[in-house]
């Protein structure tokens, strides 16, 4: 008999001793443990007293049983998950009042009561349900931000923009979809987003001159629910240039138009983290160098991507941030959507906003989702079509 297999037998045979109640019953079990084993009785004793088992028991369930851990309730937030592109608990929480109406259009009826648990249920509790069907993302790739010109001494430093209230103040990025190699042209995604709502806009254009980023970017500000007040970059050559200089600063109510300290990423945290779970967790690292897709991104920017993610998909906002001893102490405001935040917004006008509550009516994001999944797959279909 092996050692391994003498852990094993020792393993399932120790339960079975400990369960014995007669004293024949465990003198039954010593005899059968020498005659398996071979061992001499007295080692057979000593080996059962100090026997420690090698897997660790199941911990018992403490407590009365979870009341949300129920087929019903976990079908309906598996799927809300799921759609919503899996969003962290609290602002999972958050959205939940916001898609169960659409839920229950493209599904079926929810009874009252398992509405009453969906709006009562904490994060911590979403977590411990979803654990089983989270899902991991991992990539990498490559940052083609290149220096700006001279133009730059022409634009201001700046660094505070977490400070924001008003709306109309954007950051803005480009995402290059270049695969794992920077040659030659391909798309690039300009990622605008607003500092004070978390209103975000995206736009393809076909490498990264700055005519054709210029065209995308006066294509934002069109869509933006209020007007543009400031617009902040990095030092990339497709936003330091002299016709965004000037257009800027030529109008009659001028924009602040500020830049980013070089090679200081953090400075611009707020449209790096949109780079990644709006654009990259999307359409991934992929290479975009077929120049049909380009229209066919912009059609999916302009209609269903920006209703999904502005007024279905909620956001957490820093309220304040201490320092006590060694350690950075973060507060945030409950989790809203960008198109909640414009409601609350007392600079929004009234028109803008009454626009807004007729559009979020007749919206679904179980149907938005579709499209965009539907849109997505034929991106890269037509990619492929070289």
């Known amino acids: 008999m092996s050692p391994n297999f003498k852990k094993e037998y020792m393993e399932k045979f120790h339960l079975r001793y400990k369960k014995a109640k007669t004293r024949i019953e465990k003198s039954d079990l010593i005899t059968e443990l020498c005659i398996t084993c071979n061992w001499h009785r007295k080692h057979a004793i000593r080996v059962?007293?100090?026997?420690?088992?090698?897997?660790?028991?199941?911990?018992?369930?403490?407590?009365k049983p979870s009341k949300y851990n129920k087929p019903e309730i976990i079908k309906i937030l598996k799927r809300i998950w799921l759609t919503a592109y899996m969003p962290c608990s609290k602002n999972f929480k958050a959205l939940i009042p916001l898609w169960i109406p659409s839920y229950q259009l493209e599904y079926e009826a929810i009874p009252d009561k398992i509405i009453k648990l969906l709006h009562e249920i904490s994060p911590s509790s979403i977590d411990r349900i979803l654990k089983?069907?989270?899902?991991?993302?991992?990539?990498?790739g490559k940052c083609t931000t290149k220096p700006g010109t001279l133009i730059r001494n022409q634009i201001p430093i700046k660094t505070n923009q977490w400070d924001e209230s008003?709306?109309?103040?954007?950051?803005?990025?480009?995402?290059?979809?270049?695969?794992?190699?920077?040659?030659?042209?391909?798309?690039?995604?300009?990622?605008?987003?607003?500092?004070a709502t978390g209103w975000t806009e995206q736009r393809a254009a076909w490498g990264k001159g700055y005519s054709g980023v210029m065209d995308q970017i006066l294509d934002i500000e069109d869509s933006l629910p209020f007007p543009l007040l400031g617009f902040d970059s990095d030092n990339g050559g497709e936003f330091i240039n002299w016709h965004l200089y000037r257009h800027f600063t030529s109008r009659e109510k001028l924009v602040e138009y500020t830049?980013?300290?070089?090679?200081?990423?953090?400075?611009?945290?707020?449209?790096?983290?949109?780079?990644?779970?709006?654009?990259?967790?999307?359409?991934?690292?992929?290479?975009l160098d077929n120049p049909k897709v380009v229209p066919l991104m912009n059609a999916l920017y302009k209609s269903e991507w920006r209703l999904y993610h502005n007024f279905f998909c909620p956001s957490m906002?820093?309220?304040q941030k201490k320092r006590i001893a060694s350690k950075t102490v973060k507060c945030y405001h409950p989790p809203k959507t960008p198109y909640q935040r414009a409601l609350d917004s007392e600079h929004v006008s009234n028109k803008n906003k009454n626009n807004l509550k007729e559009q979020f009516a007749g919206l679904n994001p179980f149907k938005l989702r579709k499209a965009i999944d539907k849109k997505i797959s034929n991106i890269l279909k037509v990619n492929r079509q070289k």
């Open 48 to 63: 059962l007293g100090n026997y420690k088992r090698f897997t660790k028991p199941k911990p018992k369930t403490r407590g």
């Open 132 to 140: 089983p069907v989270r899902v991991k993302y991992t990539g990498k």
């Open 166 to 195: 008003k709306p109309g103040f954007i950051e803005a990025d480009t995402v290059a979809h270049c695969g794992d190699r920077t040659e030659g042209m391909y798309a690039n995604t300009v990622d605008a987003v607003d500092i």
């Open 259 to 287: 830049r980013s300290r070089p090679y200081h990423s953090n400075d611009n945290s707020h449209i790096e983290q949109k780079n990644w779970t709006h654009v990259r967790q999307w359409l991934g690292y992929v290479r």
């Open 317 to 319: 906002k820093l309220k």
